[in-house]
């Protein structure tokens, strides 16, 4: 049987059984639905888009997937120029591998061994921040600070590898102050943080911490899994202050298959670059490269340039900031709206039982997830359909 993610097996509600799906609408046997999550954030362009369908179709035609170890394609060549050419800067170093959590691992491997390369064993830490989410793998777990996996601190204690801080800056500068001598990395969610709460703070924040890592010599990874390809309203927030690494997923295929990417650039590079074999990066995973996501990958990263994909999501933004505009409830915390991205956070998370339901009555999928009732539309959503989003957030607080 499936054992579910998320989810206490014992009392988990049936899962809707989806037959078909179709730009924003998933379809079950007897009813349609909005999917307001983008299926975890991923689906940008919707659902059986015809230039993502046809870009896997005709790669499987040649073959899906050969490794990386030994051999090369040309669909992986084309999406690491594409990236090359599209990414800020010199991020110009693309390492493939399957998720989001991998690439945030191959993140923190590349920065750690980037010191070691040079002989610096004593940088051991990496700072990041409090309520972070990197993924599920051990590492990632334990530079995050997702409430679900306290219980791993119950187990192993708190971690000397790793700092958190709150998004303030005096906390940034007193972290720098005090331990800049054992930091080899920073990693931040840039903007927004997702599966933490839907978090947002301010660039500002980004600018200091560029700053001190570039003072410190203290290598900035932007954990982009999220906010990248649009989510925040800019491309990428490395468009706004540029990482030393940056880590995308999700949307890189737009969400039709699991892939990631850590796109270095040429100081971390060149860290790795020498006559000396144990200088090399030792990673590597099975399907890293993966033909056909490389194809609907790059399939993806047209659309989202030809079809100027964020104008869509300012008006995304623009549409959801009109709907909700002077909508307040004292059950309501708070309403924070940050490009395609759009949070209720409740006071109380029992506000939010049954909301599910209620929600697949009125023709939308939705996930809450701790104190937020959140959407992340596909931003091929037309008004209408938006409109129907923030309209069933909006009704369950009249009932
Ligand atoms: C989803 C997510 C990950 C993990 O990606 P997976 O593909 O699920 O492993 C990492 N970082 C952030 C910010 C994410 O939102």
Known sequence: MIWYPYQQMKT???????????????YTEDNRMIDSVSSWWSVIHGYRHPVLTRAIQSQAEHFSHVMLGGLT????????????????GDLNYCFFSDSGSVAVEVALKMALQYYVNRGEKNRTRVLSLTHAYHGDTFRAMEVGDDEDYHFILEAYGPS??????????PALEKAFELCHEDLNCMIVE????????????????LKQARELCDQYGVLLIFDEVATGFGRT???????????DILVLGKALTGGYLGHAVTVANRKVYEGFYDDDPDKALMHGPTFMGNALACSVALASIELFEQEDYLSKIRQIEAITRRELQGFADPRVREV?????CVCMEVRDR???????QFAYEHGVFSRPFLNCLYAMVPYII?????VQVLDTMKAWFRR
Request: hydrophobic share 40%; no cysteine; net charge negative.
């Open 382 to 386: 037309t008004e209408g359909e938006l």
């Open 190 to 205: 840039p903007l927004l943080q997702g599966a933490g709460g839907m978090r947002m703070y301010d660039l500002s924040f």
């Open 12 to 26: 988990m509600k049936d899962p809707y059984r989806i037959v078909d799906a179709q730009g924003v609408w998933l």
């Open 73 to 88: 394609h040309e669909p992986v060549q084309k999406l690491s120029d594409r990236l090359e050419q599209w990414l800020p």
């Open 160 to 169: 000397p590898h790793v700092l958190h801080i709150p998004t303030e800056i």
């Open 350 to 356: 029992a506000v939010l039982d049954g909301y599910q």
């Open 336 to 340: 924070r709206i940050m490009g395609g």
């Open 233 to 243: 309203g800019h491309r990428f927030v490395a468009d706004q202050v540029q990482p």
